[in-house]
């Protein structure tokens, strides 16, 4: 398997010149291509087709999440993480709509960082824990939405006891590495029992889920550290 190729956007500098000696040090990681600003992230994209795009969000001439519905709107399976020094819903729920695979801060160590990269390659919606908390909060204290007709309600099998575990572990904000320490099982477990909340709740992603698992109250408030 060739080297991860990584597309790194910031406006500063320093920042850029930190992610490149970060990712030169790391085997598997390659950073192709740097922009600083949305515009020339879009122009990086199509010439670098990288990986991951690591993107920072406030940026002139175009933002980072103008920069992300661009890209996915012509690149639907892009791969794209908000790293930004935002640690606001304000800015986390337009990046998340705008197609992040994650949302980490600036302020995460090296091996947040690089950790993060692997699970949006796998899918798994890298969240910075406060991120994790704080958007598990909003989901769980958001006034409940008006009823929807019965034909509209999906119905769903319960969780097993196992999946009500790992549902618990996620509401923390934990990866899926954590999740496997804490339950003694390994990733794969993890993933796969995962995969099979999502088939029952009828999506796909980590994030997903959660929002889920809250409207359907298979996690509280309570569960959030």
Do not use: W
Not at 21 to 36: C, K, P, Q, T
Not at 168 to 174: N, S
């Amino acid at each position: 398997m060739g080297k991860i190729r990584i597309l790194v956007v910031d406006d500063e500098a320093v920042v850029r010149d930190a992610y490149r000696h970060l990712f030169g040090d790391v085997e598997d990681y390659e950073v192709v291509a740097e922009a600083s600003d949305g515009r020339e992230a879009v122009a990086r994209y199509e010439e670098a087709r990288p990986d991951v795009v690591l993107m920072d969000l406030k940026m002139p001439r175009m933002s980072g999440v103008e920069a992300m519905t661009e890209i996915g709107r012509q690149h639907p399976d892009a791969c794209m993480v908000a790293v930004t020094s935002f640690a606001s819903l304000d800015y986390v729920v337009p990046a998340l709509r705008a197609g992040a695979a994650g949302y980490l801060v600036k302020d995460a160590a090296a091996e947040d960082l690089i950790d993060g990269v692997r699970q949006a390659l796998a899918d798994e919606m890298p969240l910075s824990p406060r991120i994790s908390r704080a958007l598990a909060r909003s989901i769980a204290e958001a006034p409940p939405e008006p009823p929807r007709p019965k034909a509209s309600l999906a119905p769903f099998a319960s969780p097993t006891a196992r999946e009500q575990e790992v549902l618990d572990h996620l509401a923390e904000g934990l990866s899926n590495r954590d999740i496997a320490a804490m339950m003694c099982i390994s990733e794969a477990a993890v993933k796969a029992h995962l995969r099979h909340l999502g088939d029952k709740l009828g999506v796909r992603s980590r994030t997903q889920i959660l929002v889920l698992a809250y409207r359907h109250g298979l996690v509280s408030a309570g569960s959030v550290r």
